[in-house]
């Protein structure tokens, strides 16, 4: 059982509730969010359901949760939600393309992938400082000297930037450099990170945990969503399973499953999905056309030197014709590309 | 390491190529393909090169096998295949829709489903007669009265009929009345049965094993090739995973791995990956446009009275919206409709 | 819903039960069994269950089947099942041990396996005769001529014989010579495979999918059942998930899971599931004290010259050093070791 | 590539380093652990190898990695390792049982959890404070004060306390209260969790990834070895499977294969992995014999009034019949009960 304060629930408020449900030998959560306060109730909910907890005062609402998910789902939000990054629309009627090189190496290399990618059509640029890495004899990312690599790119190209975050100590310092705060597959059930994320004042890009259902997908959005965050993109970027031939399997059908259960975008990586630049171009063309809002790819001026996922980085050619297949199918969806234009004029 | 023999070797080069063989301590394992006759050593590899095998009479070639499967992969042979079932082309210039009831329940059921199949587009009929089903409780099909209405809805409709083989006895009497023998999923591995459709004569669909990586998918469909018939159809039908969503997981990337990997057609089965009906319009489009050959689906006239699979069978108006999207998004990839007159022409 | 008829029912009395049905809409599926004719109904159950079947001329009993398995299931038959193997017992009171190697190659190095494996406490011999191999250029063993190996084998040292068969076609035959039929994991939804052994009055092992629930490894069981045969043993031999360091994933809580649903026997087959020898030990202690009632173990006289998985074959020392935990740990779980004496005498 | 620096390396010491590595286009990143600094390069590995970098002043050696693991390797150091846990010990020479409650509620059902569970031989109390739980809505633990409670449980029956820690913003006010900090399974690769636990002075029992292949987990080690802290106890618990009959699969073939690959120690979770009571005893059992180094359980004086997971905890009776295993099998592996005072006498 949820409780939702009103927007000007005092402290004062929200004690009372918690001395109502302690005095019924329950457990009350609060959660404070940066735009309501939400508390969670723990004991015996019948017993509170015979409290008419929602006339006591600063209380909003009063809800069963039946599923893990509430704030996040289309039942409870039936329109699809469009999310704005740094003026660039994520949503029901386009598809935006992110892109960028894995990792941030230098300024050339970052802002060569950054051309390589808007004249391809991307309007939001994506590019990795802190890097959680499997081995930590790996490359972990230049940390807040590719903060500034990526807001200097930013300014030299007009594009919005989207990076990610590995620890809720970091969130702060990133928000203050990126227009959107990437939460990565291994962290999808950091709770601490989401918590932080949800307080953090900018979109959230949660990629699915490489071994998360759907359901506890939607239930990590909704950690983000309880601090009072709403603008939660979702990425599709493969699971795990027994076959090998690729880094991954897309789940495509996630993202008509997820559309239906949750009112928030649902966007595609198909660069870590296959791990293989030769499945980008079709896994791209498939995500579009199962519905996707968007997609997040690799670029890289010169894959074969890249300090990470290489082999998976598309390069000039590549984007050329990938951007082609993309205008084709955005408008047989009957969708805009994701662009500030076409949303200052919306 | 494989022999293949000419097509006029006789029975005494094939005895005197195994003689030599065994003179080394070797095995020879011969199997009489419809076209040739091909013998598989087992033994000390280096000794039989040191032979000069190539040189017995009747022999055609020598080869050593590094990957498990050979005939059917494209190293060997670039160019990809195309398919005749019954006249109509499934293969890289073509999007081909084969569609119909899961199960062949009666002879107006499986017409109205042919007809509502054949209004989208399809050119293919299937429909279940012999219906492997996981409890043995459950409706297992109508044998060969099943085949029989196939073939009588393949007169009124002019489409050529794909239908299921269980097993190696039934292959004759399945071979005589169906135009394309389909091997499911559960006998990816069944040898006995991919010998036999094998030496059947008619081409064979070979779902992937729920369970199957890529690559053992391929040396299935190699036991089929060694028995002389090349005229192999794979179809992606979802593997199974974690996610609990959806009855199959489909991998979409299947689709571009193993058409590199081997010459032969690839279709997707979206009914079947999803198990939902509401998958089968997104999961149909993004096997297109990830260069699927074509799709198998399912439809039933009523899908609340089915006796196999209900949920996932698609009815009229769904038809019409699949139709429209497999229009534009065959001509998006540069190819016509798997259609008879297409191929007759071309 | 399933009818079960008596032992004395006629042909007639099975055809007015047909009628019946027929004459409601439903259709009946009638599986003769060595033993006894069931006959599974679909259709309209409500409607079934007014017509008091049970009071037609040769019913033994109607039952409405909510599980997609009755026969093998705990909850219709309590007490554990004991299936006799060529005299030797496999069963809640001892421990059994099958050995022998992989694949049948010549009678010196079968007979040398299974004196190691006899030295050791095995009291049932395995050997492959006929191998299901994933690629068609593999070894696939000798076929007839391994199962004279193996009849011989036997003669000499009194151990009763399983072996593998791959199709209906060669049922009769490997019952001919063997005690036991083992269907393998490749196999285990290879349905007329099911029946045939089903009907071919010689135990079977049937061993779990690599992909399978183990709800459906108790339908499959259901199959042969259904067919009169109630001499099933289940194997446990390791699933398939994304962990490479081993072949396959022992599932250990299959085994007490599989106990409490099903009244058949459960052993493990610690080679095929790990897929190396050093984890056969290990492998071997866990299943007995999870309560398997035996296993089923790879050896070879020079695993190093094995035509199949000399990797996992145990040799002479390994085997002693089982042999001394085995004993150990039988004991413990207040067993007996499953020998040919033990169950003369009880 | 890997530089260590000696214990009384200074920081001029480690500049050096760092120029040298930087002056041929190399990244340095240097770890500085408790007791000692590492130095980890990217960059041209050739080139470093020429520079003789170990004869620079501070560098005790200087390392190729080929594996992603080094310090936690067994090739690196045969020894098993033993980890000290206020005084008692958890490695190769004994079986050490933990078990606590999964949640502290209250003081009352923490002690009689305790006194349970030392009653049947555990040495090591385990209990969350912190609770990672997939919805937000569910009870997320009492924090500090769940700590408390814990110490004070301590303070009555002398048991060591081992409880998770979730972030690491949490882990100093953990470790003032526990012996031993848990990283769970859903944060396996949050990597600034790990470096802070390989900061914090007290050991640390690392769960599986539910998802993490053997290979992964060893790397997840290697983080918390890097800063410094090698007092590491592997924990596997279950992964995911498509298999539904139990909340995970108990991967049983993890700890012979985790344990030949590194000398830490390797204890089993049989509670989260089947998820059922019933599995309990029979994974114990199994995870001894297979060689495991503990075991950590869920008990509960009230399971069907526990906050989280009770309906695996067990209760006295199964405790005592675990208890008697459990001696029994010790003995049996030629191991002592993971006790203080056998420690003190060693």
Sequence with gaps: MVIVMTADATEADVAAVVDQIESADGQAFVSRGVRRTIIGLVGDVDRFAEMDLDRLKGVSSV???TAGYKLVSREQHP???????GGVPIGPHTVTMIAGPCAVETPEQTL???????AAGATILRGGAFKPRTSPYAFQGLGIHGLRILADTRKITGMPVVTEVVGPRDVEVVANYADMLQVGTRNMQNFPLLQAVGECGKPVLLKRGMNATIEEWLMAAEYIAQRGNLDIVLCERGI????????????????P?????SHLPVIVDPSHSGGRRDLVLPLSRAAIVAGADGLIIDVHPQPEA??????????????????????HLTAFMGRMPGEREEWLAG
């Design 306 to 327: 890249a300090l990470c996922d290489g082999p998976q980085a598309l390069v000039n050619e590549d984007l050329q014709t990938l951007a082609h297949s993309l205008r």
């Design 240 to 255: 795990r399973t027994f076959e090998t031939a690729t880094r991954n399997t897309l789940d495509i059908s996630a993202v």
């Design 63 to 65: 809800r069963r949760i």
């Design 112 to 118: 060569a992938a950054a051309r390589m990618a808007q």
């Design 257 to 261: 499953v997820a559309q239906r259960l």
């Design 79 to 85: 329109a699809r939600t469009t999310v704005q990054v």
